[in-house]
Nanobody, 124 residues
Framework: VQLVESGGGLVQVGGSLRLSCVASIRPFSSYAMGWFRQTPGKEREIVAAISWGARRTYTADSVKGRFTISRDNAKSTVDLQMNNLKPQDTAVYYC??????????????????WGQGTQVTVSS
């Protein structure tokens, strides 16, 4: 099983990036997907999540109105569109998958699988 992230990089304040995660888990449509981020010395935190049928999404307050999560079950991908980036968004971003019986975002997103992470750096 693999989750492979791409799209990270260096961007200026106010800029945009789109992260993408391709998953080899099957069936992809049975997994809620999430994006987490982590900075040195801090715990990994959830940024956004989406249910397996995309009926429900969750976005952390710190990124609400700036970040949007989406998925394409036909392509087994989940994306994170990040707009109006701020220096505090600098982190390693991880894609995560959690099996879910229902088309909801799990209250406690304890991931079954993780990607290797992609660095996002926002310069001021």
């Amino acid at each position: 099983v693999q989750l492979v992230e791409s799209g990270g990089g260096l961007v200026q304040v106010g800029g945009s990036l789109r992260l993408s995660c391709v998953a080899s888990i099957r069936p992809f449509s049975s997994y809620a997907m999430g994006w987490f981020r982590q900075t040195p010395g801090k715990e990994r935190e959830i940024v956004a999540a989406i249910s397996w049928g995309a009926r429900r999404t969750y976005t952390a307050d710190s990124v609400k109105g700036r970040f949007t999560i989406s998925r394409d079950n036909a392509k087994s991908t989940v994306d994170l569109q990040m707009n109006n980036l701020k220096p505090q968004d600098t982190a390693v971003y991880y894609c995560a998958a959690k099996y879910s019986h229902y088309d909801v975002v799990p209250l406690l997103f304890e991931s079954d699988y993780w990607g290797q992470g992609t660095q996002v750096t926002v310069s001021s």
